[in-house]
């Protein structure tokens, strides 16, 4: 028996991400606005010493950090849902790995982190989307280099390495190791959901991120961690056929 009310259709999900981004993307419009009037009212306000005018700044600087964590969680919602608009070309690997190192290192190095490459240079040319598979291999250097940052001692390092799965011409990996803190079973079990995050600044999409853009390559993606044993992400991409 019907109530007399008209349901429009479901949308599909690849209607709803195109939605979920567009929105994403009106709302990083007025988000810079406000940001930009919040760093003129504290310019205007800066250099008066009455106690109300440095509270003024200490709140405006708060209101501006906030504006800046929210964009910044736009910017992980739309990389999130633009996952799906996948364009594959054939293309070599390792140059892509480089760019990567080259973009983190510097940032690594002025945190005590060095950053060490081993890429295999007879690897086969894939097909991939230069851009979002940077973005996920970006995604999994800058958590080791977190991982990192909360570790202590000399010697902290990350390694990237690139070669063929082991007696299989079909796969190639992509590891990326640190030798940070590590992770029990209980977040290791947990790290790929969505909005799932022990970070207090993070959005909780960087590594669901990652397994979306590597399973849209043909691929997947698994770490291996335990406490105080560092962690090793490892990312299985397929190689075309004719190319094995």
Partial sequence: MSDGTTRAPALDPEALSLL?????????????????HLQLLREQW???ELPKARRTVRTLVTLDQEVRRLNDILEDFLRFARTDQIDLK???????????????RPEALA??????????????????????LKQAVLNLVVNARQALADSEGEGRRIT??????????????????DDGPGMNAKLLERCFETYYSTKGAGSGLGLATVRRIVEAHGGKVELQSSP???????????VPAGLQ
Avoid: C, W, Y
Wanted: proline share 7%; charged share 20%; no cysteine.
């Fill in 160 to 177: 990237v390495i690139t070669r063929p799965a082991a007696a299989d011409h079909r796969h190639v990996l992509i590891e990326v190791v």
């Fill in 20 to 36: 979920a981004g567009g929105l994403a993307h009106e709302l990083k419009n007025p988000l810079s606005t406000l940001r930009l």
């Fill in 90 to 104: 054939l293309g070599p690997l390792n140059p892509l790995i480089e760019e990567v190192v080259q973009f983190v």
């Fill in 111 to 132: 945190e005590g982190v060095a950053i060490e490459t081993f890429l295999d240079a007879n690897l086969p040319l894939l097909m991939l989307d230069q851009a979002r």
């Fill in 46 to 48: 800066q250099d008066e």
């Fill in 228 to 238: 105080g044993h560092g962690t090793r992400a490892l990312v299985l991409l397929p």
